[in-house]
Structures are given as C-alpha cells and as structure tokens.
C-alpha cells in the first residue's frame, strides 16, 4: 500500500491539452536501437508504460535528412515510410495510460551528415561539433532555410501525430539541438533578426512553436528541452540568461524540460555528480512561468522526488537512467515497495549503447533492451525447468544475479562464497574513492535473497571439486571471478614483460585489500576503463606520487563511452598525478620504469619506487577445470551440468557479469537452440528496383 508521503508524485498533471496520469515523466533517451532495432526499443519502452511511468519519451529522432548524425544511431521521421515502427513504439507506451512522447531533433552543428551527404545547415558557418571531430563544416542557414526548416518542423509534427504521439519535444539542450544553436551566442554570430539580442535569438523557437501548435497543438502537448547552462564562459548561454528567456517566453511551450549543459555535465555518473545535482540551476525558475517544469538529477529516493515537488523547484520527476535501472520504479513507489527498487547506480554503462552503437546494457538491470530480442521481463521469470536445484560457488555479480534470478523461477539454490561477505569484486570496488553507490548492485539482491526461503548462502566456504563432488546438486555455476594478473600482459605485451625480481609489483587486487604503496609510484593502465584512474586517485589522497603511464591518447580512454573521461583527467591533475599518455611500458627495473612512445619507440626513464600494473585479468577456472576433468563421474554425482559464467569465464565490466548471471538463470534447463540465434533481431526489407 502507498504510502501517503508520496501522493504527491501520483498527481495527474496537464501538458497542454493532454493529462498525465503522474508525475514520473521518462525523458528522452538513448538506448542504442533506434532506426536499426526499432521492435527492441518499442518493447523496452512499452516495459516502462507497464511499470507506471505517467510520461515516456522516445530517444532523439531525427526529423529530416538534411541533418543526421551518423555514425550513431536513433530514430529517424524522415519520410512516412518512418511511421509505421514509431506508431509501434507509441502503442506501446499508451498500452498502462501513459502518454507517449516523441523527441524531434534537427542537429545543426551536431550533424555531420555523413549517411545524407547533405550540407549542415545552422544557424552560423561554423566546424560541426561531434565527438569524432568530423572535418566537416556548416553553412549559414539563410532566410529561405530557415522557412524551409520550420516548414519541416510542421511536417514532422503532423507525422508525429499521425504516429499516435501525444507529446513533441523540442531538443534544444546538451549542444545537440538547433534550438540551443540559436540561443548561444556562441552558435549564433547571426546580424540579422535573428541574432544578436536575446529577443531576437528567440525568435526561431518562437516562430517553429507557433507554427506547431496551429498544426498539432490541440491534441498534442508541445514541450521544449533547454540547457540551464552551457557553462562555457561570456559566450554561452548561461544560467541567467536562460531564466531571462522564459521569463520573456513563460507560456511558449506547454512544459519546460530543463537539462544541464553539456551531455557530460547533464548526466554525469555518481563518481562525480550526486543525486539531485541540477536542482540549484533550476531553483527559481518556477516563479518566472506557470507552464510545468520537469527537470533531472538521477533521482533514485522517492522522498527526495518529494522534496523536489514541494519546494516548488520540479512538477514532474525527470528520469532517463534510473527508469533503465527499475522499469518499474513508479509502480513499486505505489505499491509501498520501496525497498524492492532496483536503484541506479550511476556507472553510465547503458550511455556506452548509444557511443559504441552496439545494443545497451544496464549493471542493475540485464533485461534492459532484451524485453523484445530474448522475452526477457524485469520483474517476471520463466518457469523452472526439469531439474531442482542449483549450486552457485562465487557471490559476486554474476553469483548473485544468478541466485536471485533463479530462486524467482523456482529452483532451491545454494550460493557458496569463500570470503566472509557477499559482493564479490563489487564489494572491493565500491569502496574506492567515488564508486560507493557501485554498492547498491550488492545491497539490492542481497536485501531481495535474504527474503527468500528458497536459498541459503554459505560465507567462509571455499569448495574443492571433491566437495562439490558430494553435494549431490543437479546444477553447479561457477562463478569464481577473476584476479588481476601482475605481469603486464594486456594490450601492449601479449607475454609477460621483462620485471626485476627486486621490483616492486602491485595489482588492483593488492590495493583494494589495503595495501597502498608510498613514495614515487607509477600505475600502468592498459586496461584503460575506470580502474587505473581511480587507483591513482587513490595512491594520490593517500600521500603518493604518483605517475599515470598509458599507450592510449586519454587517461581511461574507454570512459569517454561513459561521458566521464572528461572529468577523470581534471580529477587526477588536481590530485598531483602526473599523466603520461601515448606511451607503454617495456621493462621495469627495481627503482625504474622505460617508456616507449608508441608511434616513434623511443624510450625515457621515468624513476618508481612501486608499479601498479592495470593490465588484464586472469579468470579464476580452475575448480571449473577441475570438475570438468571429472565429467564421466557427474552422473552417479547427480551432477547434470556445471557452467562457468561471468568473469570467471570472460572479464569484463560488472554489467557484463550481471548479464551472464541473468542468461544463465533464464537458459538453464532449456533446449539446446544448436545453431539458431539466441536473440531475434530486425532486418532491413529489400526495395523492390
């Protein structure tokens, strides 16, 4: 039963001339589908109409082919042969009473064009901005394209209408959109009546406003997503000049979707940016207009949602990430299950989906955009198999995941962990300097098992292949994961590289059990994810000096897929790292390292009293080769199979062993597929010639 603190958030608030039937509005976002999986996307979002969500928004479309972003991939209005798989998607979201949304964008100065081969249009000559630094620059939009583009605008409306949406939003925040474009002075050099002052920098989102409402606006609700700050310096469109705006513009749109700055800034991870963060830029903002504000900040607490709504800063909840997390967020908050959210935890990994355009991940949620490709629920399992029970040796993410998935189909599961406490590498991890919500992937299922009578988790037992032998269970998933290896080989080296036996080696796994070396420190990172950047963190806070060397051109390279590379690199020079790029290791002597720049091979000494090696990782297989050594015995064991799953089997990120632990609890048991895939996918029809 609800509890009545939070009546408030299950309000019905109007857009215009449509009602939602709350306050929990999913923003738009990325999801790494688009155009190419529009099937997968529309049942992901149709998830989240099932899990209570008042509003849900499609990711950014594209809504004419004279500004595309290639190579990423989100939706496309192009022409009306798009509307049938976006009438899909608003089916979907309308199936539990919510509205559906849909976010038009034309890029401007963000569109390279490299699909159309069209040249960018905005509102300035200027070189587009995207992060692969295109050398493609945009010509100035003259009078003609500017009526051009509203025209485009009307028709991409009338074909959202006639797709089944209810709402349209503007994209004109994170630099992407070109409505931003016309209000930064930084994007408009503009002279004519269109640049310049602040009047007539608005004037464009005026006129494509009231052009859309006289098309649409009396059955559709016509929001507007704005930067609250592009945090650029004079030139920007900054906080206060964009509270100027829609005090100039209150009853513009139907409703104020309000977002920080860059991308970057906007959806910082928990490493860097804390729950609610954007709520002193939009403070205020609500006494210059009476039209609602939805806003975001990663809200997780529904007592801080509450906050929110009451002091007046937000109307509605503004949720991308934690609406990946917990699909069913707003539904558990109405069921007085609050305990039963699945917070997010703000790694970014499902942003990694949209950079890489590969299918998103989610750490805490591994049914994430496998809703339509596997039959995957969040929240409802496939029925248990022929077999009984099950033995999972490792708690870490895959074990636990495993563990919980399993209990739900209703198989008897035992988890055996050799520590003292359940978490695995999570538990580890989660204490480093900015990853203590990393936390919630531990406490979140072990909350959810320890109300279960169907498993029981054994701490302090390190299991031998004869013991396991013995047991007598009918399904054994190893799940031991992984230690880091200390003999350099990674990317760089291949074979172990040549150490002094007087050297000084560590590995992350030394450092997260307390042993933190001291004087002149070098951290090698040819993993080039999170890892080697916090323990230099780390070595830094705890009086070290310390040097990061790394062959890639960005410390942590692989995290600019998680949009925090770029806070990684100030954090550390501010610690007193010094970053070393472009350049590897080649030997390491007992009071030194040599360096070798990776394009010219030439080599420096840089001075180490301890290296900390961040290279690869070596899987924890052996109880599993131990019992497969023993297979003909498994029968008369009572042994039907024994798995191997996440990093015991593969390293990788923490999602990928959430995912491998969920996969294994859904496939036990099941028929063997052969040679079929084991997810269905879309393909492109063929045009007849």
Same mark, same amino acid.
């Given at each position: 039963?609800?509890?009545?603190?939070?009546?408030?958030?299950?309000?019905?608030?109007?857009?215009?001339?449509?009602?939602?039937?709350?306050?929990?509005?999913?923003?738009?976002?990325?999801?790494?589908?688009?155009?190419?999986?529009?099937?997968?996307?529309?049942?992901?979002?149709?998830?989240?109409?099932?899990?209570?969500?008042?509003?849900?928004?499609?990711?950014?479309?594209?809504?004419?082919?004279?500004?595309?972003?290639?190579?990423?991939?989100?939706?496309?209005?192009?022409?009306?042969?798009?509307?049938?798989?976006?009438?899909?998607?608003?089916?979907?979201?309308?199936?539990?009473?919510?509205?559906?949304?849909?976010?038009?964008?034309?890029?401007?100065?963000?569109?390279?064009?490299?699909?159309?081969?069209?040249?960018?249009?905005?509102?300035?000559?200027?070189?587009?901005?995207?992060?692969?630094?295109?050398?493609?620059?945009?010509?100035?939009?003259?009078?003609?394209?500017?009526?051009?583009?509203?025209?485009?605008?009307?028709?991409?409306?009338?074909?959202?209408?006639?797709?089944?949406?209810?709402?349209?939003?503007?994209?004109?925040?994170?630099?992407?959109?070109?409505?931003?474009?016309?209000?930064?002075?930084?994007?408009?050099?503009?002279?004519?009546?269109?640049?310049?002052?602040? !009047?007539? +920098?608005?004037?464009?989102?005026? %006129?494509? $406003?009231?052009?859309?409402?006289?098309?649409? =606006? &009396?059955?559709?609700?016509?929001?507007?997503?704005?930067?609250?700050?592009?945090?650029?310096?004079?030139?920007?469109?900054?906080?206060?000049?964009?509270?100027?705006?829609?005090?100039?513009?209150?009853?513009?749109?139907?409703?104020?979707?309000?977002?920080?700055?860059?991308?970057?800034?906007?959806?910082?991870?928990?490493?860097?940016?804390?729950?609610?963060?954007?709520?002193?830029?939009?403070?205020?903002?609500?006494?210059?207009?009476?039209?609602?504000?939805?806003?975001?900040?990663?809200?997780?607490?529904?007592?801080?949602?509450?906050?929110?709504?009451?002091?007046?800063?937000?109307?509605?909840?503004?949720?991308?990430?934690?609406?990946?997390?917990?699909?069913?967020?707003?539904?558990?908050?109405? !069921?007085? +299950?609050?305990?039963?959210?699945? %917070?997010? $935890?703000?790694?970014?990994?499902?942003?990694? =989906? &949209?950079?890489?355009?590969?299918?998103?991940?989610?750490?805490?949620?591994?049914?994430?955009?496998?809703?339509?490709?596997?039959?995957?629920?969040?929240?409802?399992?496939?029925?248990?198999?022929?077999?009984?029970?099950?033995?999972?040796?490792?708690?870490?993410?895959?074990?636990?995941?495993?563990?919980?998935?399993?209990?739900?189909?209703?198989?008897?599961?035992?988890?055996?962990?050799?520590?003292?406490?359940?978490?695995?590498?999570?538990?580890?991890?989660?204490?480093?300097?900015?990853?203590?919500?990393?936390?919630?992937?531990?406490?979140?299922?072990?909350?959810?098992?320890?109300?279960?009578?169907?498993?029981?988790?054994?701490?302090?037992?390190?299991?031998?292949?004869?013991?396991?032998?013995?047991?007598?269970?009918?399904?054994?998933?190893?799940?031991?994961?992984?230690?880091?290896?200390?003999?350099?080989?990674?990317?760089?080296?291949?074979?172990?590289?040549?150490?002094?036996?007087?050297?000084?080696?560590?590995?992350?796994?030394?450092?997260?059990?307390?042993?933190?070396?001291?004087?002149?420190?070098?951290?090698?990172?040819?993993?080039?994810?999170?890892?080697?950047?916090?323990?230099?963190?780390?070595?830094?806070?705890?009086?070290?000096?310390?040097?990061?060397?790394?062959?890639?051109?960005?410390?942590?390279?692989?995290?600019?897929?998680?949009?925090?590379?770029?806070?990684?690199?100030?954090?550390?020079?501010?610690?007193?790292?010094?970053?070393?790029?472009?350049?590897?290791?080649?030997?390491?002597?007992?009071?030194?390292?040599?360096?070798?720049?990776?394009?010219?091979?030439?080599?420096?000494?840089?001075?180490?009293?301890?290296?900390?090696?961040?290279?690869?990782?070596?899987?924890?297989?052996?109880?599993?080769?131990?019992?497969?050594?023993?297979?003909?015995?498994?029968?008369?064991?009572?042994?039907?199979?024994?798995?191997?799953?996440?990093?015991?089997?593969?390293?990788?990120?923490?999602?990928?062993?959430?995912?491998?632990?969920?996969?294994?609890?859904?496939?036990?048991?099941?028929?063997?597929?052969?040679?079929?895939?084991?997810?269905?996918?879309?393909?492109?029809?063929?045009?007849?010639?």
């Amino acid at each position: 039963m609800r509890d009545p603190r939070y009546d408030i958030l299950f309000e019905p608030m109007q857009i215009g001339p449509v009602t939602a039937k709350n306050r929990f509005y999913q923003v738009p976002h990325c999801n790494g589908g688009g155009y190419r999986d529009p099937s997968a996307a529309a049942e992901m979002r149709g998830i989240k109409a099932e899990g209570g969500w008042g509003v849900i928004f499609t990711e950014q479309c594209e809504m004419h082919h004279t500004s595309e972003i290639t190579p990423f991939i989100e939706l496309r209005l192009w022409e009306d042969k798009d509307i049938p798989m976006l009438r899909k998607m608003s089916e979907r979201m309308k199936q539990h009473g919510a509205l559906a949304g849909i976010q038009l964008a034309y890029s401007g100065i963000n569109g390279p064009n490299l699909y159309s081969k069209e040249v960018p249009l905005a509102p300035s000559a200027l070189p587009i901005r995207t992060f692969t630094n295109d050398p493609v620059q945009a010509r100035a939009l003259d009078k003609k394209d500017i009526r051009d583009l509203r025209r485009w605008f009307v028709n991409a409306a009338k074909r959202s209408k006639e797709a089944g949406f209810d709402l349209i939003c503007l994209y004109g925040a994170h630099g992407f959109g070109i409505f931003q474009h016309f209000l930064s002075r930084a994007t408009n050099q503009r002279t004519d009546e269109y640049g310049g002052s602040l !009047e007539n +920098r608005s004037r464009f989102s005026q %006129e494509v $406003i009231a052009d859309m409402r006289d098309a649409v =606006g &009396d059955t559709m609700g016509i929001t507007l997503r704005v930067s609250l700050d592009e945090t650029i310096g004079q030139l920007g469109f900054s906080n206060a000049e964009v509270r100027d705006y829609i005090e100039m513009n209150k009853d513009l749109p139907d409703l104020w979707d309000l977002a920080q700055g860059t991308w970057e800034e906007c959806s910082g991870p928990s490493r860097f940016k804390e729950e609610a963060a954007q709520q002193e830029l939009v403070r205020g903002i609500h006494e210059l207009t009476d039209k609602p504000i939805v806003g975001v900040g990663r809200f997780t607490s529904p007592d801080v949602m509450v906050k929110q709504i009451k002091s007046g800063v937000l109307d509605f909840i503004g949720c991308a990430r934690p609406s990946i997390a917990d699909p069913f967020l707003p539904k558990k908050v109405e !069921e007085g +299950r609050i305990e039963d959210i699945r %917070e997010c $935890i703000g790694c970014n990994i499902c942003i990694t =989906g &949209d950079m890489t355009m590969s299918i998103s991940r989610c750490t805490q949620n591994p049914t994430f955009m496998e809703e339509w490709r596997k039959g995957w629920h969040p929240e409802k399992m496939n029925p248990k198999g022929d077999s009984d029970n099950v033995l999972i040796v490792g708690s870490g993410p895959a074990g636990l995941e495993a563990a919980w998935a399993l209990c739900r189909r209703g198989y008897q599961v035992a988890v055996a962990e050799s520590r003292t406490e359940i978490g695995g590498r999570v538990i580890r991890e989660c204490k480093l300097p900015g990853l203590s919500a990393w936390g919630r992937v531990v406490d979140y299922r072990q909350y959810q098992l320890s109300q279960r009578p169907d498993v029981d988790i054994y701490l302090d037992s390190k299991l031998s292949a004869d013991d396991i032998m013995e047991f007598g269970f009918e399904n054994v998933a190893i799940a031991t994961g992984a230690t880091w290896r200390r003999d350099g080989v990674a990317r760089q080296h291949v074979v172990p590289m040549p150490i002094s036996p007087d050297a000084k080696i560590y590995t992350p796994d030394d450092l997260m059990d307390g042993t933190i070396p001291q004087g002149k420190v070098v951290v090698f990172d040819d993993d080039h994810y999170y890892m080697g950047g916090v323990l230099a963190e780390l070595l830094a806070k705890n009086g070290a000096d310390v040097t990061l060397i790394t062959p890639a051109a960005y410390v942590s390279d692989w995290t600019n897929n998680t949009l925090e590379q770029i806070a990684i690199h100030p954090r550390l020079v501010e610690a007193g790292v010094d970053i070393v790029l472009n350049r590897g290791i080649t030997e390491i002597a007992a009071d030194h390292v040599i360096s070798n720049c990776v394009y010219t091979n030439r080599t420096q000494t840089f001075a180490a009293d301890a290296v900390v090696l961040v290279t690869a990782q070596k899987a924890d297989d052996e109880l599993f080769n131990a019992l497969k050594a023993r297979e003909p015995e498994w029968t008369d064991a009572g042994i039907k199979t024994v798995k191997l799953i996440g990093d015991a089997n593969a390293p990788g990120p923490i999602a990928w062993a959430t995912y491998a632990g969920h996969r294994y609890a859904r496939e036990l048991d099941a028929d063997d597929l052969g040679d079929d895939l084991p997810f269905r996918r879309e393909i492109t029809a063929l045009a007849v010639d």
